[in-house]
């Protein structure tokens, strides 16, 4: 499964790679004396032409599947999917640490009242009481949220999974020289 960075970055990737090939489609074509533009190489052209197309409609496609996940994630305020994970792994762990901590509760009480409670009634003594409505609180509100959540990450992964991946490298880092003006320099020249 892809999460959008990726997406993001192979949408670009093919950008760049339309740009490129719409300018080596002049390496098939030459102009006369009189303006007219005569094919050389006509196979090839066809060739960049059809890789062109199918990298627009791959775009297109890849730009809906972007939108869908976004559109998704936003409903839950969430970047990404793999934020999504990781907001679902913190609620069910917060859940497991409030029954933890409510059996815990229960248990050091228990010892240092079991002349007055029972594992029945422990329940009932104030200060257990408040701990556990407490508790009880936080996984009410971590489970309504896991509620969101979970159809949430169910349906990022569907849309996710119609993304169709170009195959092309992804874009590598600037390396041509950037002119330095007198304005980068902050006036040093």
């Known amino acids: 499964m892809e999460d959008i960075d990726v997406i993001v970055a192979d949408i670009e990737t093919c950008q760049a790679q339309i740009k490129r090939l719409q300018h080596r489609t002049i390496e098939c074509v030459s102009i006369g004396a009189t303006g007219k533009l005569t094919v050389t190489d006509k196979g090839r052209l066809e060739d960049l032409n059809a890789e062109i197309d199918r990298l627009k409609d791959l775009s297109t496609h890849n730009n809906s599947v972007l939108d869908q996940l976004e559109e998704t994630l936003g409903k839950v ?40 409670y029972t594992l029945e009634t ?68």
Do not use: W
Request: charged share 25%; proline share 6%; net charge neutral.
């Open 77 to 116: 305020s969430l970047p990404s999917i793999t934020a999504l994970e990781k907001a679902i792994r913190t609620s069910d762990e917060k859940i497991t640490s409030c029954k933890t901590g409510i059996s815990r509760i229960s248990g050091d009480y228990l010892r240092h009242e079991a002349h007055n």
């Open 122 to 189: 422990i329940g009932q003594h104030p200060k257990v009481k408040r701990e556990v409505e407490a508790r009880e609180q936080t996984i009410a509100a971590e489970t309504e949220k896991l509620n969101a959540l979970r159809p949430a990450l169910d349906e990022a992964v569907a849309i996710a999974a119609e993304f169709q991946p170009s195959g092309l490298q992804p874009m590598p880092a600037r390396t041509t020289p950037i002119a330095l003006t007198r304005e980068k320099l902050g006036g040093l020249i």
